[in-house]
């Protein structure tokens, strides 16, 4: 719950109320275990707008960086072609569009190198490292001649609203970049024809620089924007009702009936193991209430004094019971107990700093059963 408010306290979380009457009754918010699924069938999350502004970025820094040899072998196109304009006439278009084209194909591959280089690696750092087929592969059982759903999938879900709302955004946004730079510029760019080729190419440089570097700005802000979006979207299409919690718990834990009959189980079979074990012990060390342990020692068999049980709260006392019920002194000594049930496992013989400490105790018991069976 906890975990729930700090994800909705999120800045880039947006709570839009349309989303939980897509996913009627899914509430909780995905597991882990969801997440995985989804990632294996090709649910991430990603934001294609990020890849955008990103490309977009680099191939600006590259382009601003190669700009004048651009412009210096744009100016020697130019200046080629205007020397053989006489010939213009009897050349065909193909050849004269490929004379164009043809010094700038260099250019085109790096950038187009660049941004498939630079999409690929925004992927990976969006979503990982990911290789599925899985969203490609048809699912029969979700097909539907069901027209109304896909129209309003289509139109008038969130997620249309939302891509139709940024569409119209980038358009406006950019046009009107487009608009307010060739205003501010229009007095260059009509008496172009009065400049030298290298300063009008200069002036449509210019004015390409500042509209790509205002339009990188609105699709920074708006793949900001997108990505918020998207992960919202994709928090809400993996929730998952009360019920699909409870049978991941199910499935991962096992079945709380089952569980508690295995413990059960297992209780059984070592109380019953107890009860052969801890009648032989001569002594118990207990806490006394969380440790217990069964000490064994025989002078002709054993070097040193055996711990032939040892256990923790309900298996103590189960231990303890045994032993009253076998008559078998039960001694308190917190330190002693806890150290044992620590260090020393079952039918391991005791560690030499505990002989000492152990032995006395021994030789009390021993002492006391001696006076008894005398008096």
């Given amino acids: 719950m906890n975990d729930q408010k700090a994800f909705l306290n999120k800045k880039w979380y947006i709570p839009l109320n349309f989303f939980a009457s897509e996913d009627e009754g899914r509430t909780e918010l995905p597991t ?11 649910q991430v999350l990603k934001s294609n707008e990020i890849n ?12 601003f960086f190669m700009l004048s040899y651009f412009a210096r072998d744009l100016v020697s196109v130019f200046t080629e072609q205007a020397s053989k304009l006489p010939k213009v006439m ?3 278009i193909y050849s004269l569009s490929f004379a164009y084209i043809r010094p700038m194909l260099g250019y085109m591959i790096v950038f187009f190198l660049i941004s498939f280089v630079v999409n690929f690696f925004i992927n990976v750092i969006q979503v990982g490292f990911l290789i ?16 109304s759903k896909w129209i309003r999938n289509s139109f008038g879900s969130s997620e249309a609203f939302f891509n139709l709302f940024k569409s119209l955004s980038k358009v406006a946004i950019i046009s009107l970049i487009y608009y307010v730079m060739l205003k501010s510029n229009i007095g260059k760019v009509s008496k172009i024809s009065e400049y030298s080729l290298e300063g009008g190419i200069s002036i449509i440089l210019s004015v390409a620089y500042k509209i790509c570097f205002f339009s990188i700005i609105v699709l920074v802000i708006i793949s900001i924007l997108d990505y918020a979006f998207q992960r919202t979207r994709y928090i809400e299409n993996l929730k998952m009702t009360k019920e699909e919690v409870k049978q991941e718990r199910k499935e991962m834990e ?23 074990t801890v009648p032989q012990a001569d002594i118990v060390i207990t806490n006394p ?51 044992l049930y620590a260090n020393v496992e079952v039918n391991e013989e005791i560690p030499r700093e505990y002989w000492e400490i152990v032995s006395k105790i021994l030789v009390k018991v021993y002492s006391i059963t001696k006076n008894f069976i005398r008096g």
């Fill in 254 to 276: 096992g079945d709380p009936l089952l569980r508690s009959r295995m413990r059960e189980r297992m209780r059984q079979i070592l109380s019953a193991n107890l009860r052969v």
């Fill in 32 to 42: 882990e275990q969801k997440k995985h699924k989804a990632r294996e069938e090709g």
């Fill in 90 to 92: 009897s050349i065909s």
């Fill in 132 to 147: 599925t087929f899985k969203p490609i592969v048809p699912k029969w059982e979700r097909v539907s001649p069901n027209f």
């Fill in 52 to 63: 955008s502004a990103v490309s977009l970025f680099i191939l600006f820094a590259v382009f």
């Fill in 289 to 339: 209430e969380h440790f217990a342990v069964a000490i064994k020692w025989d002078s002709n068999t054993m070097w040193a004094p055996r711990v032939l049980a040892k256990g923790q709260d309900e298996i103590a006392f189960i231990i303890k019971q045994i032993a009253r019920e076998s008559s078998i002194p039960v001694i308190e000594n917190k330190p002693l107990a806890r150290d």
